[in-house]
């Protein structure tokens, strides 16, 4: 049996595990609190998606080009970079829920978003890899958020999931309040690559939020070390601090 029909059987079984679980226990929107829906539709509408042309490396909005000024001036070990939204409102919330209180249900709607979000980019990859947690941070929450969103985004794409390609080697003090090239110097070095998985693959690497790209470029430039032919990049929510225009929706509480 090879990795995904076994990967398939697996998530089979897990959405039958959860079909239960939502039945004895009915899940509530994390915008409005209704029961009954993992994101209920109006809710899903107000998601600020990353729309329009985007820098191929931040998804910043650019017109006439697609990589920004500042992206122009960077080296970047990723081939391409894309978030499905804006890291605020419902999707903001969604994400604390599945990142704090572990809710794996919001998770498959989630990594639908994403697989959405592949599939209109026609990337071409072996392997899904999430970014990962230390062993310590690991240990401490129980489980990687990350991981929560790659696994069944890779059952959905058909595409076999290795999170043994990468892992995290030492805690970071927080990126908070960094700038990029801080946050680039704070996660030198903070992973290792399984040439074993990653040599020759293309790869898609999957996190949660997108603030500098210093996490995904770390991850990204290790993984290209160990011989990886190409690494995309993706994660479900890009940050604000990047100033941007949001035409669709003035009234953004951020």
Sequence with gaps: MDEIRAQKIINDIHNGFWQVMDWVFPPTCPGCGIEGELIC???????????????KYCGLSVTGSDICGRCRDENHSYEAYRGYGYYTGVLRQAILRLKYQNDIGIARILASYLETLVVSNDWNFDIVVPVPLSAKKLEERGYNQASRLAKPLAALLGKVYKPDALVRLREVSSQVGLNKA???????DAFRGNPKIAKGKSILLVD???TTGATLESAASEL???GARKVYALTLAK???IKMN???SPNIVV
């Design 41 to 55: 539709e109006e809710c899903e509408s107000k998601i600020v998606r990353l729309v329009g042309r985007q820098c």
């Design 182 to 188: 801080a946050r680039l110097e704070n996660v030198k």
């Design 208 to 210: 949660d939020v997108f």
């Design 224 to 226: 290209m070390m160990v």
């Design 239 to 241: 940050s604000y601090k």
């Design 246 to 248: 949001i035409e669709q």
